[in-house]
């Protein structure tokens, strides 16, 4: 029972990590498309650099508390995920505003959710900031 409740509390922090991480992503992507006049393929990556430096940070620092780990270590995993989870971002976008019609910023959610639940978290709880103990959930 302890066990389940550890896991579905780092699951609801990641997700929190993760929400917050897109904020910052998708107000700079909307700023950058809207405002300064950036495609929304441009702008979108950029939002995502945004959002990645925020996510490792609060991945390593408050979701899996793996500051003990090298950062060394951390960041050339965080890296492989984030790229492959952007590449998957950016050809979800790409798929539901340019096939499916959708409004980028509601194909930007859409796709955002898939990815954030089925790779995101998954890979950076056991390849990113796996730790050795045995309390990593």
Request: hydrophobic share 50%; with cysteine.
């Amino acid at each position: 029972m302890v066990e389940a409740f550890n896991y579905l509390a780092k699951f609801f922090k990641a997700q929190v990590a993760s929400l917050t991480a897109t904020l910052v992503d998708f107000s700079i992507t909307y700023i950058l498309t809207s405002f300064v006049g950036f495609s929304y393929i441009l702008s979108s990556g950029i939002g995502v650099v945004c959002g990645g430096v925020v996510n490792f940070t609060l991945g390593r620092y408050w979701v899996f508390s793996a500051e003990n780990e090298k950062k060394a270590d951390q960041i050339p995993r965080y890296m492989l995920v984030w790229l492959s989870s952007m590449l998957l971002n950016m050809g979800g976008i790409i798929f539901f505003t340019e096939i499916v019609g959708l409004y980028y910023l509601i194909s930007k959610i859409a796709t955002a959710v898939i990815v954030g639940v089925f790779f995101n978290y998954y890979l950076q709880k056991t390849f990113v900031f796996k730790t050795k103990t045995k309390s990593s959930i």
